[in-house]
């Protein structure tokens, strides 16, 4: 898929985690619109009580809910939350949420029959966080095989426009096995006996995947994406250890052993804060007149807020080392935040270290998790591949894409409009390459020695190519980055004019650019940015001799003289390139011959007409 497919980083939401980010993903509309900041929430303003997210929390439409306007049949396997199943247009079976036992996790219900008549008993999710890793490994093959068995079957069977499912099954090989397969990971041991468990199990899937690619049509589009990537769990920070040690949260009695906030004997009348655990932490304030037993005013409420997120800011690790913490309010980081929100949400490490909710630990930090064995944290970035049996491979390099990108992204594949509150865009990249549109705009990079004649070139090709944008290197370090004429100067100087040029190519502009930019790293750089498939390398080569003869503006005088320093050529070096896309030799051919070289290559490659 990947070597003829279009691949690129999928930037998760805040908070990367599996309940919100499939639903974020699937509306294209943020957790706190959807009112969704993890699996478990308060309810209203208690200390105690809590309730789950399932299917009959999420109000907004999902892809599926605006295809089934569209009369477009579904299928979905696993997405979470689909528990308790939801009527779609089409078929559904419920996700991992689903109590272990329930018989009833379809839509249609009779679907269920059929499933169980195919696999057995069918699995929604594996036990994880035990310490009997054997034993997670063997479930977790049982799980995906039925799971893919019945995914197979539906895919051959059922009438559909839009398949999707997930298989959460990854997720759990992450947490329970990332310490014996991440060398970086502080706990990793060498040839442990788990070490191949990860590799092995994407072999699986991958083959697994291959089965289904061997079933669907040439018209279909496969995307395949994560909601949250996956890093080393570095380790627990007690949040409410933290917040005791710091005066905000008051117990009338320490507890003798580990045990979760809600059953601590806590004094409200002095409490300030509190947290939660998981991935991230979610802190929630006693506020008078919101919560049973409030301590500060309303009034005082922003400030005191303020205030503790300064203090968790500069949190550090257990030896000292520096965190990089982060702290988000929801209302800012949503703009409209309705449903059972914490107060505040942190990621201490940028999410290396999870927090930890228990109590008694006599300790700030716990080098695993203190609700069962776990190796890895979840991540912002994840994956966004998009493969077509029948597509050849797409030259542009993708820009990374967002979670929020995917719903809009599927919509404009299938040629639906996409409602104007969903919040990602559609690549032009992807959406030019689904639809077989071709950005005929390029980048012709013209590098060479001082006075080569890149500029005159390009300006004579001014005359012949409609709306070609001319950027002088130049005239460009009057504006950009002036007189920097140092290695990182130029380097700089390099991809400012580099990016300049990728907007300019993105909006259909081609663009000549008068470069001297004397390193292949600088070449290869611009290349990057900009993008293989738009990109020209053009080395206008004249000798040394001649351009120092030609001296335009008595710039190599002035180098001989050592006047100017670092010169191009004179002081500093200039390396050709090793295989340019097209080579002008103007000590050679005339100036009307190297425009109608640079023509005639731009035709060939049909980015002008003839
Ligand atoms: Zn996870």
């Known amino acids: 898929m990947m070597e003829t497919g279009i691949f690129t980083t999928l930037e998760s939401c805040h908070p990367p985690i599996t309940v919100p980010a499939w639903m974020v993903m ?224 008051v117990l009338k009695k320490y507890p003798e052993s580990v045990m979760e906030i809600e059953k601590c004997d806590i004094d409200w009348e002095k409490t300030t804060a509190w947290g939660w655990g998981g991935y991230y932490a979610r802190i929630f304030f006693n506020v008078k007149g919101r919560e049973a037993q409030g301590r500060i005013q309303q009034s005082e409420f922003q400030k005191v807020r303020d205030e503790l997120k300064q203090k968790i800011m500069s949190i550090q690790g257990p030896n000292g080392e520096k965190f990089d913490n982060k702290a988000f309010y929801p209302d800012d980081l949503y703009g409209e935040a309705i449903g059972s929100k914490p107060d505040m949400m942190v990621y201490f490490d940028n999410l290396y270290w999870r927090s930890a909710g228990t109590i008694g630990h006599n300790a700030l930090y716990l080098s695993e998790n203190d609700t069962g064995p776990d190796d890895s944290v979840h991540w912002m970035d994840g994956v966004f591949l998009l493969y077509n049996k029948t597509k050849a491979k797409c030259t542009t390099k993708l820009e990374r894409l967002s979670i929020y990108d995917v719903a809009p992204t599927i919509l404009d594949i299938m040629d639906i409009p996409v409602p104007k509150d969903m919040e990602g865009k559609v690549s032009d990249d992807v959406s030019n390459w689904v639809h077989g549109r071709k950005n005929n705009a390029f980048v012709l990079w013209m590098t060479g020695l001082p006075c080569s004649g890149k500029t005159t070139i390009a300006r004579k090709l001014q005359e012949y190519v409609p709306n070609l944008a001319l950027l002088d290197g130049d005239e460009l370090r009057e504006w950009l980055s002036p007189k920097d004429f140092s290695r990182e100067g130029r380097d700089e100087h390099n991809r400012k004019v580099a990016y300049l040029a990728k907007l300019l190519v993105k909006h259909n502009v081609p663009v000549a650019v008068s470069l001297i930019s004397p390193f292949r790293e600088n070449r290869d750089a611009a290349r990057n940015i900009i993008g293989n498939g738009n990109f020209l390398e053009t080395y206008v080569k004249c000798p040394l001799d001649a351009c120092e003869t030609r001296d335009v503006k008595g710039m190599y005088k002035k180098a001989r003289n050592n006047e100017i320093k670092n010169f191009t050529g004179i002081q500093d070096p200039y390396e050709e390139p090793l295989k340019p896309d097209l080579v002008i030799h103007t000590d050679k051919e005339s100036l009307d011959d190297s425009v109608s070289h640079v023509l005639t290559i731009l035709k060939s490659m049909n980015l002008m007409k003839s």
Not at 110 to 123: A, F, N, T
Not at 220 to 240: E, F, Q, R
Request: proline content about 5%; overall charge negative; hydrophobic content about 35%.
């Open 26 to 249: 699937m509306s294209s509309k943020n957790p706190g619109r959807l009112g969704v900041y993890g699996f478990r929430h308060r309810k209203g303003f208690s200390y105690t009580e809590g309730w789950l997210t399932n299917s009959q929390t999420i109000r907004e439409p999902r892809v599926w809910d605006i295809l089934a306007k569209e009369n477009k049949k579904v299928c979905l396997v696993g997405v979470p939350p689909t528990y308790p199943p939801i009527q779609v247009n089409g078929k559904l079976v419920s996700c991992f949420i689903t109590p272990k036992d329930q018989e009833n996790f379809t839509y249609p219900t009779e679907l269920s029959k059929e499933i169980q008549s195919l696999v057995g008993k069918y699995i929604f999710d594996v036990k994880f966080r035990t310490d009997n890793r054997d034993e997670i490994i063997e479930s977790l093959y049982e799980m995906t095989e039925k799971r893919f068995e019945v995914i197979k079957q539906m895919l051959a069977k059922e009438d559909w426009d839009y398949f999707m499912f997930v298989e959460i099954g990854v997720d759990r090989l992450h947490h329970m096995f990332w310490k014996y397969y991440d060398q970086e990971h502080p706990r990793y041991e060498p040839n442990n006996k788990y070490e191949k468990v990860i590799p092995e199990y994407y072999e699986f899937i991958d083959k697994k995947i291959g089965e289904l690619l061997s079933i669907i049509d040439n018209d279909t589009y496969v995307l395949l994406v994560s909601d949250h990537g996956t890093a080393s769990m570095k380790g627990a920070l007690c949040i409410n250890e933290w917040l005791i040690k710091e005066g905000y949260l």
